[in-house]
């Protein structure tokens, strides 16, 4: 399956934003779908999951209650809905996908599918 991210841009703080990713192929509803966060100098890191199925959705508790994610089946499409974003919010978000994969994966290692990240800047 191949990722494509976007809707990256600069905001400011307590600023919303969404993040779309569109995925090829016509199994995206076997595919758990993950997004990560990478911000300079550091590791990338895990922000959201939803299950194949969209039986369970999974958040960093960094982002928990602020950050929604959701699929469109028939758009082959997730979505990330950042809310009162923050300054700490700002890195490159990736997608990334696991075909029946565990929404309890958080481990960047665990993913089989990457799609380009998107840039997220929050100014105070």
């Known amino acids: 399956v191949q990722l494509q991210a976007c809707g990256g841009g600069l905001v400011q703080a307590g600023d919303s934003l969404t993040l779309s990713c569109a995925a090829s192929?016509?199994?995206?509803?076997?595919?758990?779908m993950y997004w990560f966060r990478q911000a300079p100098g550091k590791e990338r890191e895990f922000v959201a999951a939803i299950s194949w199925g969209d039986i369970m959705t999974r958040y960093a508790d960094s982002v928990k209650g602020r950050f929604t994610i959701s699929r469109d089946s028939a758009e082959n499409t997730v979505y990330l809905r950042m809310n009162s974003l923050k300054p700490e919010d700002t890195a490159v978000y990736y997608c990334?996908?696991?075909?029946?994969?565990?929404?309890?994966?958080?481990?960047?290692?665990?993913?089989?599918?990457w799609g380009k990240g998107t840039q997220v800047t929050v100014s105070s």
């Open positions: 990334a996908a696991v075909c029946y994969g565990s929404p309890d994966l958080t481990s960047a290692d665990a993913m089989d599918y």
């Open positions: 192929g016509r199994t995206f509803s076997t595919y758990s």
